[in-house]
Every structure is written in C-alpha cells, then in structure tokens.
C-alpha cells in the first residue's frame, strides 16, 4: 500500500532520524524527540511539507524506524 513520496521530504526525515531523533505520532500529526535535535531550518522545512512529512510519518509508523524501499 505504497504511496509516491517527494525524495526531498523522506531525506530529510531520514537525515533527521540519523541524528537520534524519534517520530511519535500524535493526534495532530507527529512529534519529534528529544526535543531540540531539529535545526530551526529543519522546523521550517517540514512546516512548509508537513502534509507529505505526516504521511511518511504516520506510513512508517508501524516500523521501527523509517527506510528506502
């Protein structure tokens, strides 16, 4: 049940995850922890993708972590 992701938005988040960060899905959407690990580009990139970021987030949400198919 795949779905067409822009490369920018799922190398972010990867690049994020490789920092030591976790995505907790919540009832808005998704958070990150530990809190403070995004840059504030970082916020303000997935602030202006987080349609695409909460699908890829909530995609994954049943693995541990996020992955290239």
Request: charged content about 30%; proline content about 3%; aromatic content about 8%.
């Amino acid at each position: 049940d795949g779905f067409v992701a822009a490369r920018k938005v799922l190398q972010r988040l990867w690049d994020i995850e490789a920092r030591g960060a976790s995505f907790v899905i919540t009832e808005t959407g998704f958070t990150i922890t530990p809190e403070g690990i995004i840059t504030p580009r970082d916020r303000a990139f997935l602030l202006a993708h987080l349609d695409e970021a909460k699908r890829i987030v909530n995609c994954e949400a049943d693995d541990a972590h996020l992955h290239e198919a």
